[in-house]
């Protein structure tokens, strides 16, 4: 399959709506590039997301411990600080750097303390926790799974902690992995297959084109094709999960790939992947899937520790650490996929969470940062002819979404799941019906023309994709992630 063409598309009429809200915004937004003055000698900034990133990441270095968190004020584009020690002078710091500051009294330090007691004491099927620097507590979940003995185990834990220090709250859903995101993607299994989504093309640390998905993706399974019975046209080079991430990274077969790093939001439309970037906790950010299309929210916490239900072992716990906590919807296959931001930095990869979107629920993912930093993958074109693509690198930052100012900060995050990328076909909350429709871009299954496998003419429109609802006689032998 020689100099094969590989884009990230989007995986059903989903995701025109998104779609509609990500480019006007995008095109308003460019007008005001480089309108960002501060409104005052040491005042505070206006920012873009990506530009409120950077700053957090100064100021924490140069607070140090008076540093205790920050959050992105999307309504008023500003970045607010949180810090501790009260001298004038590291105030003065942050508000001259281009910050809003506010005195709090909890330290990050014993914030991610209470968090570690959380961890100790209450590591239970259904929980999570993470800093929140609206509040200046850790903000502790549990979804609708937590009931009985483990409630009150919980609910006495976060007493003991103080009203200060944690706050406790019911989610209605439970959490759960997802599989695909971009692109579906297939293996064939003993048992079954495995449908998961390609995150992000990159080029590999020895210049081969590869791309980024999920690691459980790349534990349950080898090798990857772009439709469910066809060639593989990958192989797993790297797959972490659980542990310290949850990524892949999966080489092309052919070095003469054509990997251009972009995302196709349809509509004819792509977006441009720039640059990889870190999430800041109020950001806008767009999630694609193969099950969902295009959809959008805020990332609402950071460090984010996910206790999902062992597969293999029914009294085990598979922990993954550092993902980022957003309130963006997902489904079953919408695994691995990207998340990323509107002016095409490459955020994170799909990795579990609760609800659906129809309810909505939080989303975790993999941060695309650490996902190349472990793996020595470089962020853009990979493979021959692929740095001619255009793309839509024209398009404004996501800072000039709305954010979500009082969103939840970074913190130890726990939440167990009932992982769905298992492989062997067995049965969970990732089994979509109709995943075995889910055509590869060789098919004409995606939105435009730059399809996985686009040897063939693809047709354009997603109708061929089947919703994650939609009947399909093979469906319970695909394993959707």
């Not at 720039?274 to 950071?302: I, N, P, Y």
């Not at 990207?338 to 994170?348: I, N, P, Y």
């Not at 793996?375 to 001619?388: M, R, Y």
């Not at 435009?448 to 997603?462: F, H, K, L, V």
């Amino acid at each position: 399959m020689p100099k094969r063409k590989v884009a990230i598309a989007v995986g059903g009429v989903a995701a025109l709506g998104a779609a509609a809200l990500l480019l006007p915004n995008a095109n308003a937004s460019q007008d005001r590039n480089g309108q960002n003055a501060a409104s005052g000698a040491t005042g505070a900034k206006t920012l873009k997301s990506a530009d409120a990133s950077n700053l957090a990441g100064q100021l924490q270095k140069i607070l140090g411990d008076a540093f205790a968190g920050s959050y992105y004020d999307g309504g008023k584009q500003q970045l607010v600080v949180n810090v501790v020690d009260g001298d004038d002078n590291v105030i003065v710091q942050a508000k001259k750097a281009g910050a809003v500051v506010r005195e709090v009294d909890n330290s990050l330090g014993e914030l991610r303390q209470a968090a570690k007691t959380l961890k100790t004491r209450a590591t239970i099927p259904g929980t999570s926790w993470a800093v929140d620097p609206r509040t200046d507590k850790v903000l502790v979940t549990a979804d609708s799974t937590v009931t009985g003995a483990k409630w009150d185990r919980l609910q006495s834990t976060v007493r003991g902690l103080g009203a200060d220090m944690a706050t406790l709250k019911k989610s209605a859903g439970s959490f759960k992995t997802f599989v695909s995101g971009g692109d579906a993607i297939f293996s064939q299994v003993q048992g079954g297959n495995v449908r998961c989504s390609l995150g992000f093309n990159v080029t590999a640390s020895d210049g081969s084109p590869a791309f980024l998905t999920a690691g459980h993706c790349g534990v349950a399974a080898k090798d990857w094709s772009d439709s469910q019975n066809g060639q593989p046209i990958a192989t797993v080079d790297q797959a972490t999960f659980p542990g310290n991430g949850d990524f892949s990274l999966v080489k092309y077969n052919d070095p003469n790939t054509q990997a251009p790093s972009e995302v196709n939001v349809g509509n004819g439309q792509t977006v441009q992947i720039k640059q990889a970037a870190d999430a800041t906790v109020g950001q806008a950010v767009f999630r694609m899937g193969s099950t969902t299309g295009l959809h959008d929210g805020k990332v609402t916490g950071l460090d984010a520790t996910v206790n999902f239900q062992s597969e293999t072992d029914p009294n085990g716990v598979d922990t993954v650490t550092g993902l980022i906590q957003t309130d963006v919807c997902a489904e079953a296959g919408d695994s691995g996929g990207s998340l990323f931001t509107q002016d095409g930095g490459a955020v994170g990869l799909t990795s579990g969470g609760s609800g659906d979107c129809t309810s909505g629920g939080e989303t975790f993912f993999q941060p695309v940062t650490a996902a190349l930093q472990a793996t020595g993958a470089t962020l853009g074109d990979g493979g021959a002819g692929a740095g001619d693509q255009a793309g839509a690198g024209d398009q404004a930052g996501a800072g000039d979404q709305a954010g979500a100012g009082d969103q939840a900060g970074a913190g130890d995050q726990s939440g167990a799941a009932d992982p769905s990328a298992s492989a062997g076909g067995q049965a969970g909350a990732g089994d979509q019906s109709g995943a075995g429709e889910q055509a590869g871009a060789g098919d004409g299954s995606g939105a435009g023309g730059d399809q996985i496998g686009g040897g063939a003419d693809p047709s354009g429109a997603a109708g061929d994709q089947s919703g994650s609802g939609a009947a399909d006689d093979g469906s319970s032998q695909t394993d959707t992630h």
